[in-house]
């Protein structure tokens, strides 16, 4: 059973991703953010499943690893394709629209490819493995992407407020997931490190559900707010 | 034809970065690097073999 804490945890999440996506549908956003807006639907039904798992067979059980690393997989190729949704916009001023989406399939069955060479060497856990190297490695590909698209932000003086923020708002999400990586590894034995994960959860929705609500889509930011050192 | 090879190019480029960087970084921890996307409470334990 989960704790009172996961509950809240679960709860703020939850809120916090219907709000995002109630957002989208009010303020006419939701196809211009479709992938945006099926990351968090799909998390938000990844986690309902999660929980009925969980109070069925509690945390302990195959079943619960199960439908947890699985559902983790397929959110996490669902994040990876936001994340070219995004960068789609961002070069599509300059019609690579095609080259983006070709650079992404190439990524994706590169990812793929890689996973099962990893995990084929053993062939009984083919199975169970091959989902969460998947997840893991898609981690990885997603990380460098997004701090290649933020070279890309700046570099092209990108100045639309909500993809700035979107981008910058998964930059720190994965460099958080490094942070609390690294915490898991120096002080293992400390509580807060098991709320880590899903508090880190909540960071995607409330920024997401924060910018479109906070800006609308022609809103704009000046490239000098963007750059640190002045030029 | 250059673009399309400069996209290869790149997508390979992307794909070996993050591997080494996934090398760089699991090679230093005990634990695996797990995503955790969602909110709810992450298994104790990674999962089992068939």
């Known amino acids: 059973m989960p704790s009172g804490i996961a509950l809240v945890i679960w709860i703020v999440g939850m809120g916090a991703g219907v709000c995002f996506v109630t957002c989208s549908v009010i303020r006419t956003s939701f196809l211009r953010y479709f992938f945006l807006n099926l990351y968090i639907i799909l998390s938000l039904f990844s986690d309902l499943l999660r929980q009925f798992v969980l109070r069925f067979y509690g945390l302990e059980s195959a079943q619960y690893t199960y439908a947890y690393y699985y559902t983790d997989c397929l959110l996490t190729v669902a994040l990876f394709v936001a994340v070219i949704s995004l960068a789609s916009r961002i070069f599509a001023e300059l019609n690579m629209t095609r080259h983006v989406r070709l650079v992404a399939v190439l990524l994706l069955l590169g990812t793929v490819g890689f996973s099962y060479a990893v995990v084929a060497q053993s062939a009984h856990r083919l199975v169970t493995v091959f989902a969460f190297e998947l997840s893991q490695n898609l981690y990885f590909v997603g990380l460098v992407l997004t701090y290649l698209l933020w070279g890309a932000i700046l570099k092209l003086q990108e100045s639309r407020t909500r993809v700035v923020q979107m981008v910058l708002s998964l930059g720190l999400y994965f460099s958080a997931y490094a942070g609390s990586f690294a915490l898991a590894n120096l002080a293992p034995k400390y509580v807060i490190v098991q709320y880590l994960g899903p508090i880190l959860g909540c960071f995607l929705p409330i920024s997401w559900a924060l910018t479109i609500m906070r800006h609308s889509e022609d809103s704009r930011l000046t490239t000098a707010r963007l750059v640190a050192v002045p030029r | ?50």
């Open chain 2, 1 to 50: 034809m250059s673009r399309k090879l400069g996209a290869l190019a790149l997508a390979l480029g992307i794909l070996v970065g993050a591997m080494e960087l996934k090398t760089l970084v699991t090679a230093h921890g005990k634990t695996a690097v797990i995503m955790d996307n969602g909110v709810s409470p992450v298994p104790v334990k990674l999962p089992p073999a068939n």
